[in-house]
């Protein structure tokens, strides 16, 4: 003995419309994604101190360079996140100490894994992003 | 309401004349809009819809989206928001995630085009491939920091939604949500201790009933082939003699099959059900019979332990040592370990002791296994307590971040309509949130404990007490290191390797 829905068939209002719904989705995302950076920007000599790092104040250092010349008079502000979704980000800025060498301070506020983004608007407006892990922050 | 009864059933006590009313139960069914609306046929597609939607964005998100869990809505919503919501719902009135699962609008959208034709083993129905399922869920979450990453959260969903099309693609009836489902188990173990229930409203009704259409469905007479107008109980609840909310999905198509509208959601006292263990329930057959029933119990407590102590400052302390005495650097042998300590040899020695001094102080007559089993339900309200204080403090911490995430969602793809995303946006202060988890402790302690009081008391009739006090002794031990988890500090860290 055979049951099926009276609603049933091959191409039910249903199933069309959760299809036509999957593609709008899936062709929205992929016709928005963001484009590389085309210039050569680079952060390098990232580190955080103390070592291993604890929660409460720490000093985030790196270099910018672009095309390997010590890049000057960059903007940059730090933020601070958790891996963990739900916890208040921490904001900081980083001042240049020296040609292409900055320094900045953020206040870890719990143990756990951090991840230090570095907002760099460069002289002449245009904005890069770079990221830092902070594995193993340890409570106070 | 009577414990361990059903909202309208009067039990024997009841029937006593000296009890001369009995206040009918609160019916959900009945508050006018929610009852209309929830009686309406397509209530349940009404309410699953949304969530399909919101899991196809999260999906999208994850796979396509930024790398870092606070800035993406599959992180955000799934282990924050989902999870407590979730629990406060189940809290507050029962298993209504089930009913608006988006999983099902698929599986009904794919039954469309292709028909199950086998009934799911029979040596498998039971809760043990579920149980497994459930363990490994848990266990995959602390490996891979599910947490912490927005693609293997996409593909845990994408994952789901899989499983879902290929189980009941192939099997007959709800077999993913009756056998298979982790997260369904979940919410029908914590719906236990729910205060709302789909019950029948007057039985009497349902003694005259010969159509029982509740869990045969309604079918158009007449035709060739019998179509289903109206689907009965897909997990085999008969409503008459269903009791209490396991496996209850609340998908209400009893509610819509009955033709004499005598099923609604009633209330009753939460827990009830668990002091009613050696009932026979339409479905389930007698919960107190059922090990893999007790084992689920049993994950759900010990589990939300666990789970909260993978997210402590302890934990790395322990992982380094056991990495130590074993001599590995990998993480899975370490965390096979702590899942084996948590949720094997903890509650086999809790449970053993206490059933053994069960039999020896309380002089019970049951042998040592089924009064282990008997006692795991009552177990429940205080694993569902620290399930809600975890949860809730995600949640109620970090109840805002949906706002900056999807502000920042919208942003990438060029809608600024909402604005800039305002990151400082969180939620409830931790100070405030505390308190709060400790109530939730205490709240499931209590239960626990009452319980557990009924239990020992149809145990031992003579010493009630004897029975009831190492019963008790667990629920105590399991509440204070629950308490202890609460205030250590929290690290939710995910490289214990990389910084040993």
Known sequence: MKFHFRRGGRYCPLTRGLLILIVLFAGLTVGCTKSALTRSIVVSDKEVTPQPAHAGPVTVNFKLADDAKPLTGAHITLEGDMTHAGMAPVFGDAREVSPGEYQGQVTLSMGGDWVVLMHITLPDGKKVEEQMDVPGVQSK | ??????????????????????????????????????????????????????????????????????????????????????ALTILCAGNFFCLSCPFMLVRNAARKLFRPRWNWPQKLRNKWVSVALFVLVLFLYELFDLWSSPMWTAWLILAYFGSVLIIDGLFKHATFCKFVCPLGQFNFTASLVSPLEVAVRDPEVCTHCHTKDCIRGRRQEGTPELVILQRGCELALFQPRKIGNMDCTFCLDCVHACPHDNVGILSRMPASELMAVEDHRSGIGHLSRRKDMAALMLVFAFGALLNAFGMVSPVYVVEKWLAHVLHVTMEAPVLGTIFAFFLLVEPIVLLGVAA???????????????????????????????????????????????????????????????GAPRWLWTGIPVRFVQPIELGFIILGFFGSLLVTHRLSEDDCEQHPMRAFIPWAIVCLLICLAAVWLMFQPMEMRATFMMSS
């Open chain 2, 356 to 418: 053994w001094l069960t039999q020896r102080l309380g002089g019970s007559q049951r042998k040592l296994v089924p009064l282990a089993v008997r006692y795991s339900y009552a177990l429940v309200p205080l694993g569902f307590g620290m399930w809600l204080a975890h949860y809730g403090f995600h949640f109620f911490t970090g109840m805002f971040t949906i706002i900056p995430v999807t502000q920042s969602a919208a942003a990438s793809l060029g809608w600024t309509f909402l």
């Open chain 2, 1 to 86: 309401m009577y414990p361990g009864c059903k909202a309208n059933k009067l039990p024997q006590e009841l029937a006593n004349p000296e009890v001369d009313f009995v206040e009918a139960p609160f019916d959900l069914m009945r508050v006018p809009g929610v009852g209309k609306f929830l009686g309406w046929r397509h209530s349940r597609t009404f309410l699953q819809v949304p969530l399909l939607l919101v899991s196809i964005l999260m999906v999208l998100h994850g796979l396509f989206g930024p790398s870092l869990a606070p800035k993406n809505l599959a992180t955000t919503l799934t282990w924050l928001h989902f999870r407590g919501v979730l």
